[in-house]
């Protein structure tokens, strides 16, 4: 059975930092490209950073670019994103995802509000 959870997220203040992780079985997480997606109320889905199977390679939204970094462990079958500076429009449901869409896991709420 593919796994994909993520955790971490909270109620935080303008300018906080979280740090999401997202852990995964069922699949060659290692051998996959895996990418961080939210989405706010009454939006679609938000595409906000990937990363290359062997952690090399990232890429951001300018939304967050400068603000969110994406990781992995590929030891651990986990991926991460560290949220710095957060704003009111970055609340929403934060998911994770192989970069391919084949597998999507279910989402933690962040919500950014003084």
Do not use: H
């Amino acid at each position: 059975e593919v796994q994909l959870l993520a955790t971490g997220g909270g109620l935080v203040q303008p300018g906080d930092s979280l740090r999401l992780s997202c852990a995964t079985s069922g699949f060659n997480f290692g051998n996959s490209d895996m990418t961080w997606i939210r989405q706010a109320p009454g939006k679609g889905p938000e595409w906000l950073s990937a990363i290359k199977r062997d952690g090399a390679t990232a890429y951001y939204a300018d939304s967050v670019k400068g603000r969110f970094t994406i990781s992995r462990d590929n030891a651990k079958n986990t991926l991460y994103l560290q949220m710095n500076n957060l704003k009111p429009n970055d609340t929403g449901v934060y998911y994770c995802a192989t970069a391919d869409s084949r597998y999507r896991g279910q989402g933690t709420q962040v919500t950014v509000s003084s």
